[in-house]
């Protein structure tokens, strides 16, 4: 016992987690909305069908038994289950907290008030895409901005963590001040977040008219990276335009003085999320990532979902994705970023180029310069 | 005593993490911590839990009671453990 007691409450450092701490969960395949450029539907690997309530249940005993932390709900709409409360009980029965994915448009009094009681809610994630109804519902469809901004009402009034998330597209990229002001000075968000619309699902259909061409890609971030300025820490990004502009600013920073490596770039190390995450259709499918629904690993209560984990050739494939170098594509060659980029999202890279071991043509910066791009 | 709702999640290296859902807060711990938060249960002294750990463990240090009890004392501030009075 050499090692002392006193000094070891720190976290563990482990790549791979001996079982997943986030579950995320498209509870429903249903949506009282359809969305122009919604990730989740016309996806033709899915099979778009709900489990009943005794499935999820029994699946959500085994996360409890496996330890899982949190399970994040999406959809479909997860307030359409009308068994949301029995499921969310059931999650809390098996000492996990949850979080759940909204347009918004379906919460009310009653449901947000149980959601309080629970004491486990992280938070409840509604989409805002304008500032205004006749932005938002451009996409989105007529009475959802109405319906968005009651349920963050409702939410907090209740004082459920109301996370937002705006998806950035061509119809909203010259909205975005409004938009901040609306959340975080109307209504008082403490922050939100953003991403921006991807060729993924029925925004493939609506590719011309949604994503951002160069010069609305250079605007958006232009416009991001001011009112990260004005709103200090309030504004965040795990994708799209700000995490482009912040990325893309260290890259080229980084190859002008001829700096090192990063520690995570000329790999393919874009994403982590397969060494704590994993991911449930809404028919029980088990798969990476949403993002990765084709990758099927498994069935929930057919399958363990350790075993998966620990065992599957092909997560373990996505996991080890990390040691494959940028310097082995065509599409890199020559490329002098390389020592500074990881690839990035290999959900794009699967949908734009159809193979997961490749890297994102959509987070490319040599692309995005060749066509025209400027970084802000 | 551990808090019956307070999550173990033990990792490969055997190492862990304890996790109470009712407040999100997270803690890691070596595999002695382990070894003592699995003893934790109310039917335990820290003493014989103190002495099973240094049955257990090789290379047992002289203060591992302190240490130990120092390691239930931030548990029990962190409202990952209770504290009884010993009546032994």
Known sequence: MSAKLKNKIEPTASSVMRTPRTLDIEITARCNLRCRYCYFFNNPAIEYRDLPTDEWLKFFDELGSLGVMNVILAGGEPFIREDLPILLEGIVHNRMRFSLLSNGTLINDEIAAFIARSGRCDYVQVSVDGSCAAVHDSCRGKGSFEGAIRGIRILQRHRVNVAVRVTIHRNNVHDLENIAHLLLDELGLPGFGTNSAGYLGTCRLNADDLLLNIEERKEAMAILLSLTEKYPGRISANAGPLTDGRMWRRMEGARKQNAPAFHNGGRLTACGCPSSIISVRADGTIVPCSMLAHSELGRINHDSLVEIWQHSPALNQLRSRHTIPLTGFEFCAGCSYIPYCTGNCPGLAYTLTGKVDHPSPDACLRRFLEEGGTIP | ?88
């Not at chain 2, 839990?49 to 931030?74: C, G, R």
């Open chain 2, 1 to 88: 005593m551990a808090i019956p709702g307070v999550v173990l999640r033990e990792e490969f290296d055997d190492w862990a993490i304890l996790f109470n859902p009712d407040t999100a807060d997270a803690v890691g711990t070596n595999p002695v911590g382990v070894a003592v938060w699995k003893r934790m249960d109310g039917k335990r002294s820290l003493k014989e839990i103190v002495l099973e750990i240094k049955t257990s463990f090789e290379d047992a240090p002289e203060a591992a009671l302190e240490e130990i009890t120092a390691f239930v004392n931030t548990l029990a501030e962190k409202g990952f453990a209770g504290l009884e009075l010993e009546s032994k």
